[in-house]
């Protein structure tokens, strides 16, 4: 079992930057990789980004590529998210996610576990 915690979010203005934080417990293993999700009022849940666990590979989706950075510390279990240049487009509830397989998955049903979610509100 994987227990996912996420925290850091909140209100921001557009334009200002969010740090989103996933705290990973239980059985954390090298090969997994950890992602990003987000999900907007009456949309599905969309991929964000995603981070293998020694941080050699990285994908971005193309609405927040550039402004968004994944990254992981191993030895603290953590994966972050520093997102800049917030646009209200960008609200949300993110989720930090765990895929087992390694893969590198874009797709939600990949993920084996997920955190509980924080919610995301950029101001025009």
């Known amino acids: 079992q994987v227990h996912l915690v996420e925290s850091g979010g909140g209100l921001a203005q557009a334009g200002g930057s969010l740090r989103l934080s996933c705290a990973a417990s239980?059985?954390?293993?090298?090969?997994?990789?950890m992602g990003w999700f987000r999900q907007a009022p009456g949309k599905e849940r969309e991929f964000v980004a995603a981070?293998?666990?020694?941080?050699?590979?990285?994908y971005y989706s193309d609405s927040v590529k550039g402004r968004f950075t994944i990254s992981r510390d191993a030895g603290k279990n953590m994966v972050y998210l520093q997102m800049n240049s917030l646009k209200p487009e960008d609200t949300a509830v993110y989720y930090c996610?765990?895929?087992?397989?390694?893969?590198?998955?874009?797709?939600?049903?990949?993920?084996?576990?997920w955190g509980q979610g924080t919610q995301v509100t950029v101001s025009s």
């Open positions: 996610a765990a895929e087992l397989r390694g893969s590198g998955s874009v797709y939600s049903n990949d993920y084996n576990y």
């Open positions: 239980g059985r954390t293993y090298s090969t997994y990789f």
């Open positions: 981070i293998n666990w020694n941080g050699e590979r990285s």
